[in-house]
């Protein structure tokens, strides 16, 4: 099988309560090919950068067997900048800087020899640009997922944002977005709002407290991991997606069970990204690695227990 996302590769300037980076790489489809291909075979980006943009990065990540031919490189031109603080709780953040640069300019083309992929994943970009994509696969890939915040929920973009929802079958959102969009403060309510607007599934991230996911009227919880170091959370969602859907892709099975196995595989590929700044610890995994971490959270919630009758 093979994945196929379409997201931002850009640089970030990061600043934590234990530390700061000038200029690094990020952007979401760049964690989500990382996260990826430690399960998938065929990895597929497309996105846009500048020629500022480190072009080692783009050789480093097709050693990992990331096809980066969809990436457009615009000469001339800045690649995309984020840059931004976080608070002490690690959770809220203040936004310095944000660049567009060649972000203004994307324009999704899918290269023939991706139309094929069985999974889509659609990063965190302009909801019109995500129609666009899908409307230019021939065949339906096996599963389409999506990811959003709130941004794009607003009145100038919601009504293209639910045509997408549409077409979509795992829908990846926060706990105030999922809130937001279904004008629910229950999750579960929301939860069920959100479905019947299209997606068959909705994973709702809650941070250092987890992830849920809904499917009709069962719900699967993962705790997140209690870490001894947490230097980042940049790129943490998108390094969940990528393990999520790169499991789904390696294993084969879309079922609902098999997600749950690929919501731990996803939140074990976050616990690893959030302990050093940018992409730096995912980079140097092991698959020794990865077992290991998901051991961990099954020994977190695995216990025995008698009932009485």
Known sequence: MSLLTVGTVAFDAIETPFGKTEKIVGGAATYIAWSASYFSKRVNIVSV????????????????????????IKQGKKSFFWSGKYHLDMNSRDT???????????????????KDSDILLLGNID??????????????????????????????????LKEVMKKVDVLA???????????????VKAAKKIMKMGPKYLIIKKGEHGALLFHDNH???????????????????????????????????????????????????????????????????????????????????????????
């Open 49 to 72: 950068i500048g020629d500022d943009f480190d072009m080692n990065e783009l050789e480093e990540l097709r050693k990992r067997g990331v096809d980066t031919n969809g990436i457009e």
């Open 127 to 160: 909801p019109n640009l995500q129609l666009r994509v899908i409307e230019q696969l021939p065949v339906r890939p096996k599963l389409v997922v999506m990811d959003t915040m709130n941004f794009w929920m607003t009145p100038a973009f919601i009504e293209k």
């Open 219 to 309: 719900v699967f919880y993962a705790p997140a991991l209690p870490l001894e170091d947490v230097f980042d959370p940049t790129g943490a969602g998108d390094t969940f997606a990528g393990g999520f859907c790169g499991y789904l892709d390696k294993s084969r099975d879309i079922s609902f069970d098999n997600m749950k196995r690929a919501i731990i595989y996803g939140s074990a590929m976050a616990s690893f990204c959030v302990e050093k700044f940018g992409t730096e610890r995912i980079k140097e995994l092991t698959h020794h690695d990865i077992e290991d971490r998901v051991k961990d959270f099954i020994e977190l919630v695995q216990f025995d227990i008698e009932l009485e009758d």
């Open 173 to 187: 959102i926060n706990d105030a977005e999922a809130r937001e969009l279904a004008a629910e403060y229950s999750l």
């Open 96 to 114: 310095l800087i944000t660049d567009l640069n060649v972000l203004l300019e994307f324009n999704p083309v899918i290269p023939e020899n991706y």
